[in-house]
């Protein structure tokens, strides 16, 4: 396999012009080498490879789209396969990392849930999510096989199980009708249908080496509880052979070469490895948080697993399960600390709060938060007081305060109504929260006090920001589809943003067939408020401008008049700018846009003047949560939902 010599992993595969990448992405599948060696992990930035003698990435693939949600290894392991979210299947050498295959086309909702091998390499099959469908393919010249469509396609999500028998001439797969089929590969002939009586198969589903019997594992789910039960059935004779309950909320199975069936029994808190055949419990290791990914080796003596914050890997009669850090859930707020020197990240899936080490390029600190429940920071959900004081964070009807000095949690409010983004006024005097019902509380932000609330929105708020002089505040609701101005110190409402299109020609940039069409529409219907969702806002750092993220346009308002100033439209790859932040000096600001049917997604760098696009910066695979740049605006910090953040060098354009 070739390895990559840089020992620096952040700088790994890096997209032009981003300095370093922080985070490895969640982890969607794993695969072990059939030698036991490696640890092939599926994200949404590329398929990391790991040394499990050293517990250390040694390669990263597939990063010119990412998106790998899928991975298999042949059983002579000459060959690694990968599927992504848009459906696509690579087959890769794994000693010189060529593609010797594609297949597929991008089809949207038809993402790779499932890849594995027959014994014989001869073909390799896949499921797919959403829209359910089961595909096999000749691995010697990537057709598809007669009656190879086993399933048509039926919108419905789960992680479609599906195994080769051991000589490879049978299939088995979860079919849309809740049944479990083994299907003749040449012929398309069933050889036998099981009935599951569950919405869903729990990713695992295993043929014996003698090919005789079936296992599955299924999830179970009551008024009260969910657990997982083990399947085996006799195929030739369609019978039940065995059938347990587990505990656990979800099962991963293996037999080993041996022919005993071995089971990862999976809980919030550990995991229990089985030998189900004697009902032997093996082991026990302590686990936190759900996995999204799981799996044993071929021969069941490995097994690893993910959490929100890190990534395990158990060995039979080793002393210790070793976690590998790195892999969490993806960022949805990012700011740097007043001195530049660190930055703070605010996660999904229970992954906290994490402080990064800008000049080292590391992880320094994890902050949890105090629930036992999976918890996510939401976009905006985070902010740092001027001072560097304190640390605000939001999650469900929850906000934390942390002494930013010490990472000591100091105070902890509970809001009948789901708490949103937060912002602390630049002189630190006051902090805002706001709510998912439309509620802006105002705070004392040095005794902790509610002074007011702001009533005005009727639906939730995803977006506020505080003018540089620390009075004025700005305030968006996609979902009442308004943007609104306050005066923080008198608690009184000041103006509505206009979300009409300005008649002047000399406002608009960007396409010009777009603006054309506005302009007309604009002209027509010059009486009517467009009702338009609007996403985000933010300030200048000299307070002149505002900016607001809307569906397909940025939108500049003068903060004297609150008038528009000028509406940008990115093109249509760079739909949905929701992410935007000035620069310090006030000459530029960044869009980042949701995934657009490319590649890789945009961050565009505009000129506040003329609305020119200076720069255009393709990194992420998919939608940008959130960006930030350094006090000095040396760098700009992307949040992505693929996991990662990508620090840009961004002196060579704006200084």
Request: a neutral charge; proline letters at 5%; one cysteine or more.
């Amino acid at each position: 396999m070739m390895e990559i010599n840089n020992r620096d992993v952040t700088t790994w595969a890096l997209p032009e012009n981003a300095i370093a990448r922080l985070g490895r992405g969640s982890v969607k599948d794993v695969a072990f080498s059939p030698d036991g060696m490696h640890l092939a992990a599926a994200t949404d930035i590329g398929l990391w490879w790991y040394e499990l003698a050293t517990m250390q990435p040694v390669a990263l693939w597939e990063t010119e789209r990412g998106m790998v949600s899928a991975v298999s290894f042949s059983h002579d392991g000459q060959w690694i396969a990968t599927g992504n979210a848009d459906g696509i299947v690579k087959v890769w050498t794994t000693q010189d990392q060529q593609c010797i295959m594609e297949i597929g086309q991008r089809r949207l909702n038809h993402g790779v849930a499932q890849l594995t091998f027959s014994p014989d390499g001869q073909y390799l099959a896949a499921s797919h999510y959403h829209f359910h469908s089961v595909s096999v393919w000749s691995t010697k010249t990537g057709v598809s096989v007669a009656n190879s469509e086993l399933e048509e396609p039926k919108a419905r999500y789960g992680r479609f199980p599906l195994c080769f028998s051991p000589d490879g001439t049978r299939l088995a797969y979860l079919s849309c009708d809740n049944k479990i089929s083994v299907k003749q590969i040449e012929t398309g002939a069933y050889i036998a249908r099981f009935t599951v009586h569950t919405p869903r198969i729990d990713g695992s589903l295993i043929f014996s080496p003698c090919g005789q019997f079936l296992a599955a594992g299924i999830r179970k789910k009551d008024s009260e509880n969910l657990s997982a039960n083990i399947h085996v059935w006799h195929v030739p004779k369609e019978t039940v052979e065995m059938a347990t309950e587990y505990n656990g909320y979800q099962v991963r199975l293996v037999y080993s070469p041996e022919g005993s069936l071995r089971v990862a029994d999976i809980h919030e808190d550990k995991v229990i490895i089985w030998n189900a055949s004697d009902q032997e419990k093996l082991d026990t290791f302590e686990h936190r948080g759900n996995s999204r990914a799981a799996g044993f080796s071929d021969d069941g003596q490995q097994f690893a697993i993910t959490s929100p914050r890190d990534f395990q890997v158990w060995r039979e009669n080793a002393p210790q399960v070793v976690s590998l850090q790195g892999h969490r859930g993806h960022p949805n707020s990012v700011t740097f600390t007043q001195n530049g020197k660190t930055l703070v990240s605010g996660h999904t899936a229970g992954s906290g709060i994490v402080f990064w080490n800008v000049a080292e390029k590391r992880a320094q600190q994890t902050l949890l938060m105090n629930t036992a429940l999976p918890f996510t920071i939401p976009k905006g959900g985070l902010a740092v007081s001027p001072d560097e004081e304190f640390l605000a964070a939001s999650y469900t009807k929850t906000i934390e305060v942390w002494r930013v000095a010490s990472r000591t949690r100091i105070m902890i409010f509970t809001e009948p109504q789901s708490v949103g983004p937060l912002a602390f006024s630049p002189t630190g005097k006051h902090f805002v929260s706001a709510t998912s019902d439309g509620g802006l509380y105002v705070w004392d932000a040095q005794r902790w006090k509610k002074l007011r609330t702001l009533t005005g929105h009727t639906d939730g708020i995803s977006s506020i920001a505080f003018h540089p002089d620390g009075k004025i505040l700005a305030s968006v609701s996609p979902w009442d589809k308004t943007a609104r101005v306050w005066d923080v110190a008198r608690g009184s409402f000041v103006t509505s943003l206009p979300l009409a299109w300005p008649l002047s020609p000399n406002a608009y940039k960007g396409d010009k067939k777009k603006i054309e069409r506005v302009r007309k529409a604009a002209v027509s219907n010059s009486q009517k408020v467009r009702a338009e969702e609007i996403w985000n806002i933010t300030f200048s750092a000299c307070g002149t401008l505002l900016a607001g993220g809307l569906p397909n346009e940025i939108r500049v308002w003068d903060t004297t008049t609150y008038e528009t100033r000028m509406v940008i439209f990115p093109p249509k790859e760079s739909c949905r700018p929701y992410a935007l932040a000035f620069s310090p000096c006030s000459r530029y600001f960044v869009s980042g846009s949701w995934w657009g049917f490319t590649d890789k997604v945009s961050i565009r760098l505009w000129d506040v003047t003329t609305g020119e696009n200076v720069q255009t910066f393709w990194g992420h695979s998919t939608d940008v949560q959130d960006l930030a740049f350094s006090p000095d605006g040396a760098l700009l910090a992307s949040a992505g939902y693929d996991g990662a953040i990508l620090l840009w060098d961004m002196k060579p354009y704006t200084k």
